[in-house]
Structure formats: C-alpha cells, structure tokens
C-alpha cells in the first residue's frame, strides 16, 4: 500500500535551517510529482513547493521562494525539503503528498511538525 | 497568480441534509484543474475531487463537483456523520497550486 512517511521536523531558532524527508514506498516514486504543503497552527493548508517526476521542474509559493528548496532522489525513493532562513511564520505541519502527471494530489503522508522559535 | 475564495467560511447542517460549498478563482482555472479536499481534525487531507467532477477512488457517490472556469460547486447530497469537516478546494493547472481558506461544516 501507499506510505509516505515525513521526518525531520523539530524545533529551530529564527534565521536557522532544517531538512525535513518525505520516504514513499509502495508505488513507483519516479513516476509522480510530489508536493509539500504546510498547515500552521488552526490555519488552513498552504501549498509550498512541487517537483517534477524527474527533478527537471521546480515550483514554489512565494512566501518561501529563495529560503527553500525542494529536491528528491528517485533511486532512494525520497522526497526533501531544505529550509532556510527560518521564520516564526514558517512554524507548521508540514505534509508531502504525490501527484500523477497533470492531476492533483492524490495521496498525503501524516505530516512533520516545525516549530520556530527562539 | 490564481487567488481562490470559498463561501461560506462555515455552514451550519443537520445529518441528511444538502450541502453546497462554492469556490471562486480570481481567473480561470485551465481545463478544469479544480480538486476538492476534506479534512477531519488531527488527519492528513483526502482527495474528494478532480478535474471539477471526477471523483477519486474510494468516494462515495453523495460527493459530486461541478463547475468550470471561474465558479465550482461541491455538493454533498445527504451529509452523513463523517462529513463534518472542513473542505479545501485547490487549483493545479498553473506553476502555483493555490488552495481556498476553506469551508467548515458543522453540525447544527
């Protein structure tokens, strides 16, 4: 069956950084785009970042554009998140979820929770 | 980029009654690239919707969408108890996948 199964979140300072790790298994992983998509506290959900099935596209939402990078590796089956210059506002769930090729996100992990604060 | 707006911000039903939840986009959504999500309290969402009205594997039929360029509508036809959550709708067909602030439903 499908899991996506995020790590990596915690707390972190202002201005610090973290990399947070989506591992998929049980489908082919180098076949799907994947996003992330954060929730902050009682908040709704906000689209971060999506890759391409191959790496070759990257898209961000500006509120993060230029502090954070998405990349996967295809032969380990997993999904990152590099982030940047940490900001109290970046503080959230964040989840990675999979999407066929021009369809929407069909399958989420259960989140990883990122606290920023000093 | 595409802003989407979602009314009403809380809509207040009874188990068995109708619901119908709006999404506007603040310009059109390519090829009906147009999904709906639910999300119940401490879960992950779940794809309800796609392309405006397909829905995904495993909904129930009481879950229908319908729309096209600017305006979308979900309909849920009879709400049952674990329908009370809150709906997201999202468009994907540009380089920035917006979603709506959402729409809480409670039961009355």
């Known amino acids: 069956q499908v899991q996506l199964v995020e790590s990596g979140g915690g707390v972190v300072q202002p201005g610090g950084s973290l990399r947070l790790s989506c591992a998929a298994s049980?489908?082919?992983?180098?076949?799907?785009?994947m996003h992330w998509v954060r929730q902050a506290p009682g908040k709704g959900l906000e689209w971060v970042a999506f890759?391409?099935?191959?790496?070759?596209?990257?898209y961000y939402a500006d509120s993060v554009k230029g502090r954070f990078t998405i990349s996967r590796d295809n032969s380990k089956n997993t999904l990152y998140l590099q982030m940047n210059s940490l900001r109290a506002e970046d503080t959230a769930v964040y989840y990675c979820?999979?999407?066929?090729?021009?369809?929407?996100?069909?399958?989420w992990g259960q989140g990883t929770l990122v606290t920023v604060s000093s | 980029e595409i802003v989407l707006t979602q009314s009403p911000g809380t809509l207040s039903l009874s188990p068995g009654e109708r619901a119908t939840l709006s999404c506007r986009a603040s310009?059109?959504?390519?090829?009906?690239?147009l999904a709906w999500y639910q999300q119940k309290p401490g879960q992950a969402p779940r794809l309800l919707i796609y392309?405006?009205?397909s829905r995904a594997t495993g909904i129930p039929d009481r879950f229908s969408g319908s729309g096209s360029g600017t305006d979308f509508t979900l309909t849920i036809s009879r709400l049952e108890p674990e329908d009370f959550a809150v709906y997201y709708c999202?468009?994907?067909?540009?380089?920035?996948?917006?979603f709506g602030p959402g729409t809480k439903v409670d039961i009355k």
């Open positions: 890759i391409r099935y191959d790496g070759s596209n990257k």
């Open positions: 049980g489908f082919t992983f180098s076949s799907y785009g």
């Open positions: 999202q468009q994907y067909g540009s380089s920035s996948f917006t």
């Open positions: 979820a999979k999407a066929p090729p021009g369809a929407a996100a069909n399958y």
């Open positions: 310009q059109s959504v390519s090829s009906s690239y």
């Open positions: 392309g405006a009205s």
